[in-house]
């Protein structure tokens, strides 16, 4: 049986304040196995949005209690789900690559077992008529409303080089209000969600076109990772295999029947989506063109996309290790991610 508790949750990139309502997941639980080892914590990046509905399709259809499992899934706070799954407060978590990246790097002791989505899903936004703002070059010397996120801000400089730019612009942290300084003309681009402020901005009639960053040259990354605590990974492996192939199973049918799988996600959480069409073609988009590799599979990962997007990071000076002074000796990536639990 599932349970919800609602809670106010505070914004964060992925979503505008307008997307949702202040009201977030508290605790969904399957059967209970009563073995400690079969208790399973996994921890949000944000409130319930289509970057989760493979985790809404597996508890719905109880694959997760088909596998002796009780998932506990703890809604987004303060802490970071990388925090929370190094620390021991959970044992699996919703992540990002360059996130990933970062809290390995400093020391963590988390690993990616699943990469549900297999690219970017962000680019470079501009208002749809903006003649004058034909590429990234263009962007020299123009206004960066952005977020704050470490890498940010050098991986649109790289883009914009790579366009035969300089890559100097004038950066605003904003957070959410990113996407409105740029609607309303006070910025000139801002990194979108394709799936999600892309949409949202078509429908409510400010249309945005984008820069996509593997377009100029730029490597591709995983735009959403699940992030193990390697320490219970390594004490409960059959537990953890059964887990992570349940919630590859629900991405699977969420990539295959993207409307099967926003249902799952909207019933899940009633009330949350006042637009629910958005959830809907939202999902279809990330189906089409972000969920699947080339063999057609959810959760595949790869060294070289891997060291890619992870690499520059490092080339670039950005990652710090435990003593937090910038890496000197490039990772070994390969230790960043394992498909030994995915299907």
């Excluded at 799954?85 to 990246?101: C, H, I, K, L, P």
């Excluded at 977020?147 to 790289?158: H, I, W, Y």
């Excluded at 670039?316 to 000197?328: E, F, K, R, S, Y």
């Amino acid at each position: 049986m599932a349970r919800v508790v609602t809670r106010v949750s505070r914004p964060r990139r992925l979503l505008t304040v307008s997307a949702i309502v202040a009201t977030a997941l508290g605790t969904v639980t399957a059967c209970s196995s009563g073995d400690s080892g079969d208790t399973i914590r996994f921890a949000l990046d944000w409130t319930p949005n289509t970057n989760h509905t493979g985790l809404f399709v597996a508890l719905q259809e109880g694959w997760f209690a088909d596998a002796g499992l009780d998932v506990e899934v703890l809604p987004y706070n303060n802490t970071s789900p990388d925090t929370l799954v190094d620390a021991g407060n959970a044992e699996f978590g919703v992540s990002f690559q360059d996130a990933a990246t970062f809290a390995r790097a400093a020391g963590a002791q988390t690993v990616s077992v699943l990469a549900p989505l297999q690219h970017w899903a962000t680019g470079i936004g501009v208002q749809a008529d903006r003649t004058d703002l034909a590429s990234p070059k263009a962007l020299d010397g123009k206004v960066y409303a952005g977020f704050g996120d470490p890498g940010e801000r050098e991986t649109l400089r790289q883009v914009i080089r790579n366009d035969g730019g300089t890559g100097t612009f004038d950066t605003v942290v904003l957070g959410t209000s990113a996407y409105e300084a740029v609607y309303g003309g006070q910025a000139d681009f801002t990194a979108s969600y394709f799936a999600w402020e892309g949409i949202e901005a078509a429908r409510r009639g400010t249309p945005m076109r984008y820069f996509h960053y593997t377009d100029f040259g730029f490597p591709d990354a995983y735009a959403i990772v699940v992030s193990g605590n390697q320490g219970w990974l390594a004490e409960h492996p059959e537990q953890a295999r059964r887990f992570v192939q349940a919630l590859q199973r629900g991405y699977q049918v969420a990539a295959d029947d993207p409307d099967r799988g926003a249902q799952a996600l909207i019933d899940a959480n009633p009330g949350v989506f006042t637009d629910e069409a958005l959830v809907h073609e939202s999902q279809r988009m990330l189906a089409a063109d972000y969920m699947k590799d080339v063999d057609g599979r959810v959760g595949t990962q790869t060294l070289e996309q891997w060291a890619g997007y992870s690499g520059f990071l490092f080339r670039h000076g950005l990652l710090a290790g435990p003593d937090g002074a910038p890496l000197t000796v490039e990772p070994d990536w390969s230790t960043y991610f394992t498909d030994e639990y995915s299907a």
